[in-house]
């Protein structure tokens, strides 16, 4: 998901300077506590924002680690910080005798090479077609990329290592659909926003003279990915007030993180009525296994639709939840141009007052 908008570039003193740049903002923050051991209230003095931004963002990612391949991927970028990218081995002592063959040097995991987001997007747009799934086997080197064929019979697209499939779950690229001692993952909205993010990008990044045209353009990283409600923060009008507030995109931001935390983002839902028929009925399609939070916040997600109703809703089921365009609600809901900000922005207004009813006994954890 979009990173909160006060998190800044990461620091040399818990050791996150040493991780890629691909690894995104809120994986930093959680290390930052879990493994460098820095309070709470410390990373949110020194990132400029409050505590319970940070609190959300930590407690989102223990919550993942119930998936394998965020729990690994989260293990080796662990150990990149505490003992760096560099290989390293145990030299020879004194005390040791002179035929002993020293022990061969350990070289860093593949997860933590600056090209393999890149290498990840390459396999991502497989996952694009109805059918295909990544299967994942515990303890296994590799994972697989199945297709369902006409006769519904999955076949094997490709094989890819499993630090690609470790860094796609990492970066929200991917959402388990089945867990146990084989996983199968699915491409998740995320996943189709970077696709997208890439595509067009590749389109309209300028070709210089005198570069090879066989060299692909390079795209910007996972973490420039902006949203709808990010865009729109930073209008003003003549007398240079912000167009949203600063509590509105941090409602926006919360919908989008229980959302995602209650494994609403893996249904195409017709319309925000739909979601909350499916949710006061407790019928929503999913996996079985369930991580923890996934009831509260469902019914965080399942207040603030019922508080909006319709059109409202819809249209921050759109702008917030699945990050479409203002201009993309707009056309979809057959509104007039330029109607969609205003009438995303009153949703904003509702929805962060709902958020601030619910108050500190509903913080999300997610």
């Not at 350990?106 to 090479?113: E, R, T």
């Not at 365009?325 to 969609?340: D, I, P």
Request: proline fraction near 7%.
């Amino acid at each position: 998901m979009p990173a909160p908008a006060c998190i800044a570039a990461p620091t040399e003193a818990d050791g996150t300077s040493r991780l890629p740049q691909w690894v995104p903002s809120g994986v930093r923050l959680y290390l930052s506590h879990v493994a460098a051991g820095q309070s709470l209230r410390a990373i949110a003095r020194a990132e400029g924002c409050h505590a319970s931004t940070i609190l959300r963002q930590v407690r989102r990612f223990e919550n993942l680690r119930d998936d394998p391949l965020v729990d690994n991927a989260l293990r080796k970028l662990d150990q990149s910080m505490r003992y760096g990218a560099k290989p390293h081995c145990r030299s020879r002592t004194d005390t040791e005798p002179r035929t002993k063959m020293p022990q061969p040097c350990k070289l860093p995991d593949p997860l933590i090479h600056p090209e393999t987001e890149d290498q990840a997007l390459r396999y991502l747009r497989e996952l694009v077609p109805s059918g295909t799934l990544l299967i994942v086997a515990q303890d296994m080197p590799k994972a697989v990329i199945t297709r369902e064929d006409a006769s519904g019979i999955a076949r094997r697209v490709a094989v890819l290592d499993r630090h690609i499939a470790e860094a796609m779950a990492l970066l929200d690229w991917i959402t388990c659909r089945n867990r146990g001692r084989v996983c199968s993952y699915a491409l998740s909205p995320t996943g189709r926003l970077a696709l997208r993010n890439a595509r067009d990008s590749e389109v309209t990044a300028p070709v210089h003279a005198g570069e090879n045209d066989d060299c692909a353009p390079r795209r910007p990283r996972y973490g420039m990915v902006e949203s709808p409600i990010t865009v729109l923060a930073r209008r003003r009008d003549k007398t240079g007030k912000r167009f949203l507030e600063a509590r509105q995109v941090q409602a926006a931001e919360r919908l989008r993180e229980d959302f995602t935390m209650a494994q609403l983002d893996m249904v195409d839902w017709a319309s925000a009525q739909d979601l909350l028929k499916a949710l006061e009925t407790r019928q929503v399609p999913g996996p079985n296994v369930a991580p923890p939070g996934t009831g509260g916040a469902r019914k965080r997600v399942r207040d603030v639709f019922r508080d909006l109703g319709p059109g409202l809703g819809d249209v921050a089921l759109r702008c917030c939840c699945r990050l479409e365009g203002v201009e993309a609600a707009e056309t979809a809901m057959g509104w007039s141009a330029r109607s969609g900000k205003i009438v995303l922005r009153i949703a904003l207004q509702r929805m962060a007052r709902v958020y601030q009813q619910l108050g500190a006994d509903e913080m999300m954890i997610g």
